[in-house]
């Protein structure tokens, strides 16, 4: 499975934006998608997931304010951020967990909330 982030830069506080991740090669089946975040200095964090049914857990820190969804049929998940803080400044990942412990990596894309 490979994975490709896109959609970060830079907002003001308050503000909003899309992350978007393209899932290829789904020849294993993924049990779950997801968001991670890190910064300097922290280890890299959850921020959301999406299981194979549509369930979904957020980090606390994101609750009421961020969203993640997927569109199976384009082989997406996304991250809608909205009222952005500071403290959401990291580098976001897409993460796929697939069976017998596999994970797959995408690279990471920046978002910098300052004013």
């Known amino acids: 499975v490979q994975l490709q982030a896109s959609g970060g830069g830079l907002v003001q506080p308050g503000g909003s934006l899309r992350l978007s991740c393209v899932v290829s090669g789904t020849a294993s089946r993924i049990n779950s998608l997801g968001w991670y975040r890190q910064t300097p200095g922290k280890q890299r964090e959850l921020v959301a997931r999406i299981t194979i049914d549509g369930n979904t857990n957020y980090a606390e820190s994101v609750k009421g304010r961020f969203t993640i969804s997927r569109d199976d049929n384009k082989n997406m998940v996304y991250l809608q951020m909205n009222n952005m803080k500071p403290e959401d400044t990291g580098v976001y990942y897409c993460?796929?967990?697939?069976?017998?412990?596999?994970?797959?990596w995408g690279k990471g894309t920046l978002v910098t909330v300052s004013s």
């Open positions: 993460n796929a967990n697939m069976p017998y412990g596999l994970e797959s």
